[in-house]
């Protein structure tokens, strides 16, 4: 069986209302995580005396120091060369993928577009230059919801870390809640967007609930009438920008086009010159 496992949508244009929203504040700072504790054995330096006879400037040879496990230089090439190819694919104009997890035998790519016929080109490139057949998970999204993948491939361009999202599920029934967590380095500052079916971008910030080493989320979404009617069962995109200060163009409280707003972010990354990373998470609502 092929290994692209697209997300099949029951309807492909959605005409009315997007998901029903409180209308959100400002962008809100995500908490530092704890920092890790250190290891005093590992942290420790060891100490030699002088062999009898020798002065204490004199050089003495150790056997059998211990030292650290590191990735061999070519696997960590390789993940670099992997990483690269994913990130720098043309799959055409509304198409987005990126590596998760990868061994010198399985590798994990996830991709959001409006079909699947680039993913599967993807595949086989992929497993022609690399020998291996990659897993390809495909979320197919609506048009209007298209600037998402722009926006995460100019971001993927910049070294930061991506922040780390995590949704409590992947498929909501109409009127229930969404819930996630949200990681990301010390220092900090995260803006968190809802792109609906309709490509309407909603601030989340003013709904996450800061603790000492993550953010979370619990909000309730809906479907507007005439699609829940239907039984409609549509795509959202949860996304997450992190840099090192607050985005002025990610402060807004009304519903806004993705089309126009992130655009206007990236204008303004772009003029700070400073990291920022993204990354986006999906689910289908309804049904």
Known sequence: ????????????????????Q????????????????TDDAGAKRQRYEPAPGKQPGEATVALNVPRPDLPPKNALDHAAQRVSWV??????DCFYATLTSATEAAVAIEGLGTEVQ????????FQARFRVEPDISVRLIEPAQCEVTNFL??????????????LDRTTVPSGSPIGGKLVTHGGLISSVLLIDHRGMAFSLDDRILAEADKA??????????ADKAAGKVVPQIIM????????????FSAPTPAALLLPRILDEIDANRAEFSATAKYFRLGG
């Not at 990130?87 to 055409?92: E, I, K, S, V």
């Not at 979370?216 to 009438?225: K, R, V």
């Open 22 to 37: 409180t209308q959100p504040k400002a962008a809100a700072r995500v908490p530092e995580p704890a920092a890790s504790q």
């Open 240 to 251: 997450v920008i992190t840099g090192p200060q607050d985005i002025q163009a990610a402060a």
């Open 153 to 166: 491939r100019f971001l993927d361009q910049m070294p930061a870390d991506k922040p780390q999202l995590v």
């Open 1 to 20: 069986p092929p290994a692209v496992q697209p997300e099949i949508m029951e309807s492909r244009k959605p005409d009315q209302p997007a998901s029903q």
């Open 118 to 125: 680039p993913f599967e080109r993807m595949l086989s490139d």
């Open 216 to 225: 979370t989320f619990n909000i309730p979404i809906d479907l507007g009438a």
């Open 87 to 92: 990130r720098d694919f043309n799959g055409g």
